[in-house]
Every structure is written in C-alpha cells, then in structure tokens.
C-alpha cells in the first residue's frame, strides 16, 4: 500500500509541475518574455524544487516498510509501486505516438488545424510520459535498496563461510552487515557513487549534442542540392542517429557496470557499499529533475504555440496588449532553446539514471561473493588476526 500510495503522490505532483494547465508551466512560459536565459533559470529552479514531494513520499515509504518488515518490506514496497506498471507504461506510450502524429500532420501538408490538435494530444503525452518517468524513477530507487540490501547479504554471508573454513579471519557477517559510512573506503566510495550519476548524465547528454550536431551538418550539406530539385536523403540522417545512440551508449553502460566491480575488486566491499548507496541517492534527485523541468519547457513551448495569451508584463509599443506567438516570435524562440535544453534531459539522461542505480546494484549483487572473497587489492581485503 505505502508503494502504491507513494506512486500516486510521485505521480500527482509530477503532473503538477510539468502540465501546461497549472502555474508553474504557465510561469516558465511568461519567462520566456525576457529571453531564453530566464526560462532556463526558471525550468532549472523548477525541476530541484519538483524533487521535494517525491523525495519525502520515498523517504517515508523506506522508514515505515523496513519497520514493519524490514528490507523484505523495502522489496515488497517496490513491487507495490511497481503494480501501476502496466497504466505507466501506457501513458509513457501516449506522447510519443501524438508527437508523431504531429509530425505526419506536418509532412503530410495537412491543414494548421490539424497539427494544432495534434499539439494538444502531445502536451498532455508529454505530462504521462513524465508522470510514467516519475513512477519508473521511484520504483528504481527501491528497487536498487532492496538489491543493495541483497548485496550486503551475499558479502556477509560469502564472509562467514570463509570464516567457518579459515579461524584466522576476525571480520564476522555482522560486521559486514554493519555498513559504516564512517569508514574511510566506504566514505570514499559513497563520494564515488554519488558522482556517477552526474558523470553518466554528461555522457549522454554530450552523446545527445555530437549527434544533433553531425545531423545538422548532413542536412546543410543537403540543402543546395535540394534547391536544385534533387530529393532529400533521409536514410544519411537516419543513419546518423540510429549509429551514435549505439555506438555512443558503450561508453557509458561500461561506466555503470565496471565502476562498483572495479572499486570493490581493489578496495573491498566497503567501497562498493559506497558506490551503491551514493548512486541512489545521487540519481533519483538527478532523475527527477531532469524529468520536470524536460517535460516543463516543452509544455511552456507549447503553451506558446497553441495561441494562450497572457497579459504583457512589460509593455512593448506597437505591439497589442497581450501576448502572442505571431507577434512576439522572439518569446518562442526562448521557448524553442528552453525546449531543446530539455529534450536530452527528459529523453535520455533522465530516464537513463534508472537503469544506472538499478544495473550497478544488480551486478554486484551477482559478484558479490567474489568481491567478499578476492576484493580489496588495495586495501588488504578480509581481515585476519594474528
């Protein structure tokens, strides 16, 4: 129940801060009245400040799950949040197929009509598609506890049968259990883990921009021979994209998977226990917010676009009293910029967090007993007496 309710809340401020229907959407677009740097000031205050609800809904699930059923309760919550999957799946859905639909309307030399409705249907797909990122990014969060829990069972478990063959070894499964951020390869991992999120975010986004930027070269390569009425190459641009989100994306999975081996291979699984615990609190704040404030400045251009007028706040002379995107081009193209900041945030990097916090912990979860029984090169590994 804690899940599912949790998942609601998660879901209902999400809608909150990235619908065009509610204020702070409508605040974004008013921004953009004195350029593109307040909006992008604004969409980035907005996204932090969408993180608070969430984070508490979490917090408090955690608390009460693991005291009445400890980490098995922690799993049991996630699987609870994890019960509206099949309806956020749905709505993630949505805004894609109604972006694409707008862009057959728009191919299609369909009436403006037409696109307009077609912009309606995809500033409600871009709210579900947030609100389905919102359930994915708490679920992940729990998800990841739990196999971090999981993973300090296997250590402390991999440890005592060490110990039950070797008497020499003085660390017991409690100790392990006992996970101390006080001690210093646990610290440093903690630190470690808590950059990873914001590394792995650079990758992706950095990945986002040489691609958009290569397939700008190609189609102004292309525009002087479509003047001269050769057709447009489309299989060049998609070639572009289709081969940077696969060659581009090694980088970062290597990222993910070898950081938390790699650490505890040389400095045991303490640094390891760092990494994890760093990465999920790091991502899911990251995650959040990269997921509003993407899905807010696209709602704020769309906003714009649709024809909603507000009154000016600054008054321009010769120029009508209220604002509009046919008089006031300059307003949605700092609408346009906010946008494009906001498409690597919500579309990649976002929703990419989730699978860092979740594949880290999984996969020292499967080597967690070599990591007990070989880790720490650096560090001296198990600790035997005298």
């Not at 619908?19 to 307040?38: H, I, K």
């Not at 993180?51 to 917090?59: E, R």
């Not at 699930?61 to 996630?78: I, P, R």
Request: charged share 15%; glycine share 12%.
């Amino acid at each position: 129940m804690l899940g599912l309710w949790s998942g609601l809340f998660i879901g209902l401020i999400t809608e909150y801060y990235t619908s065009n229907e509610n204020a702070p959407v409508q605040a974004l677009a008013r921004a953009c009245e004195y350029g593109p740097a307040p909006n992008i000031i604004d969409g980035l205050a907005l996204g932090y400040l969408s993180t608070v609800v969430p984070i508490f809904c979490l917090a408090i699930t955690v608390l009460l799950s693991f005291q009445w059923a400890a980490m098995y309760g922690v799993a049991l919550s996630a699987i609870g949040m994890l019960g509206a999957l099949p309806i956020a799946l749905t709505i993630d859905g949505y805004g894609p197929i109604a972006d694409n639909a707008g862009g057959i309307a728009e191919m299609s030399n369909l009436e403006e009509s037409v696109r307009g409705n077609t912009d309606d249907l995809d500033a409600a797909g871009n709210t579900t598609a947030a609100i389905g990122k919102g359930f994915a990014i708490g679920s992940a969060c729990l998800v990841a506890l739990a196999l971090f829990g999981a993973f300090v069972t296997r250590v402390s478990v991999t440890v005592e049968s060490l110990r039950a063959a070797d008497p020499t070894i003085t660390t017991t499964g409690d100790d392990v259990f006992s996970v101390n951020i006080l001690e210093p390869f646990t610290f440093a991992g903690l630190l470690l883990g808590a950059m990873l999120p914001y590394w792995f975010s650079a990758m992706t986004m950095k990945a986002v921009g040489d691609a958009a930027q290569d397939m700008i070269k190609e189609i102004k390569r292309q525009i002087p021979a479509i003047q001269q009425g050769e057709k447009p190459d489309h299989e060049a641009c998609i070639a572009i994209s289709t081969d940077a989100s696969l060659k581009k994306m090694i980088a970062p999975g290597a990222l993910v998977i070898i950081s938390p081996l790699l650490m505890g291979w040389l400095f045991g699984y303490q640094a390891t226990n760092g990494i994890l615990a760093g990465a999920i609190v790091s991502g899911i704040q990251i995650a959040f917010s990269a997921s509003n404030s993407g899905g807010a400045w696209d709602n704020a251009k769309k906003y714009i676009e649709h024809g909603r007028k507000w009154k000016r706040e600054t008054p321009v002379e010769g120029k009508s009293e209220f604002v509009n995107k046919h008089d006031d081009r300059e307003i949605h193209a700092g609408a346009v910029v906010g946008d494009t900041v906001g498409d690597p945030l919500k579309d990649t990097s976002g929703p990419a967090i989730n699978i860092l916090i979740k594949l880290s912990a999984i996969c020292s979860l499967v080597f967690g007993g070599f990591l007990a029984q070989y880790g720490g090169l650096v560090a001296g590994g198990i600790t035997y007496s005298e």
